[in-house]
């Protein structure tokens, strides 16, 4: 990329809020308030790592368990990449499915 080209593009620069878990909770602008011209800046998850909506309602529809933070971030519950298709967490190494509450695989480590 050209010196000219470079100048011909502007970034726009978010930050990824998280919890105490590492799960992310939204981005925010530059200003430091959640961007709200996008659906889902704002994001929580239940207990089992089940992306929901901010004021902790389910999700239905296409969306559900998926973070809609994609493509800034794919990853969701304590920081791990969610694969909304499949209803997984990889948590590399081990896949989490939320619907059950359990990991797919046996720990490979006893």
Do not use: C, N, W, Y
């Given at each position: 990329?050209?010196?000219q080209?470079?100048?011909?593009?502007?970034y726009?620069?978010?930050y990824r809020t998280t919890d105490r878990l590492g799960s992310p909770l939204g981005m925010l602008d530059k200003s430091?308030?959640?961007?709200?011209?996008t659906r889902g800046t704002q994001l929580s998850f239940d207990?089992?790592?089940?992306?929901r909506n901010r004021d902790f309602s389910q999700r239905t529809g296409m969306d559900e368990g998926q973070t809609l933070l994609e493509p800034t971030t794919h990853n969701g519950f304590t920081?791990?990449?969610h694969i909304g298709a499949a209803d997984i967490i990889h948590m590399n190494g081990r896949a989490y499915d939320y619907n059950l509450g359990r990991f797919?695989?046996?720990d490979p480590f006893i």
């Open positions: 990329m050209t010196p080209q470079a100048a011909a593009h502007t726009t620069v978010q430091g308030r959640f961007s709200d011209g207990i089992f790592g089940k992306a920081g791990h990449e797919l695989l046996v």
